[in-house]
């Protein structure tokens, strides 16, 4: 699955943790990321696009990205008028070498491709 802002979820610990059944992902997502109020069980994760919350990491589950994408309508950031502009996406993007940021560079070219 590709999430809105162009991460690949297989890269993702918590994604990949979750559809093994590997704990130890999930662990270490939380000693990383979480505080003392989480446990690895707040880091089971489908992916962003899972409309439930229940299904997401928590962290993600309130994503800005995610939030914004949805209340757009859009599958990708990167197909967002908005995109080369946008506050929101902008900490996230690249200098344009990265795996992901190619794979918005393709998402963008198709999408105004198939808009032309």
């Known amino acids: 699955m590709i999430a809105y802002c162009g991460i690949h979820c297989d890269e993702c610990p918590s ?3 979750t559809i093994t059944g590997d704990e130890t ?11 003392e109020k989480t446990d690895a069980i707040d880091f089971v994760c489908l992916g962003c696009k899972y409309f439930d919350v229940k299904l997401i990491a ?4 309130e994503c800005p ?11 990708f950031c990167a197909t967002c008028v908005e995109y080369e502009s946008c506050d929101t996406v902008k900490p996230y ?13 393709f998402l963008r070219a198709k999408n105004i491709r198939a808009n032309s």
């Open 93 to 105: 993007r690249g200098d344009g070498t990265s795996i992901r940021d190619k794979r918005n560079a």
């Open 25 to 35: 992902l999930l662990i270490k997502m939380n000693e990383e990321y979480g505080n």
């Open 58 to 61: 928590t962290d993600c589950a």
């Open 65 to 75: 990205i995610r939030l914004c994408a949805m209340a757009k309508g859009k599958d």
């Open 15 to 17: 994604y990949m943790g």
